[in-house]
């Protein structure tokens, strides 16, 4: 190999190295693709995941779903060195294809109940704390999921859960 050719090799490497670099270095507000949302403020760092009983992450003009059978367990890891337990506001919204009544609990304690009519329900939990890395809240259908008729999907659907936010409650 000629030393110009291996100085151009040299020379595309390290400006790919340094891109690489940048690209890394920039701040990523996006959750990761098999999350529903990401919290990176005031010194928190908390992910939420479709846990037990969710069908995966779908994605679509930059709103984020995961659909549910019935039952479902949404995974919440808290990614910083916690110094001191931080209270968290959790925002989502719940949708379904037939009416039913939901129940959101953490362990025994429930933090939301309340009916669906198909159209998409706001649910607001103020004040979360996570006492550990990882915290994972329960939401349960009154009625199984079904399949639609029709519909292509072999998935029985009972609920989703829409748009997710996790904002520093304090």
Known sequence: MSPALRHNLFALAAGLAVALGVWLALPNSAPPSQALALC????LLVIAE????FYGVERKSGRRWSWSGGEGALTLRRLDQPAALRPVH????????KPRE???SYGKFVLW???LQKAFVPVDIPVFTMTGPLAEISLKSDLPGELIAGG???????????????????
């Open 113 to 115: 109940k309340g009916r």
């Open 40 to 43: 990176e403020a005031k010194g």
């Open 102 to 104: 939901i129940t959101v």
């Open 90 to 97: 959790l925002r989502f919204n719940l949708h379904c294809l």
């Open 152 to 170: 292509g999907d072999l998935r029985p659907l009972a609920f989703a859960v829409y748009d997710l936010e996790i904002i520093p409650a304090d």
């Open 50 to 53: 479709p846990g037990p009983g």
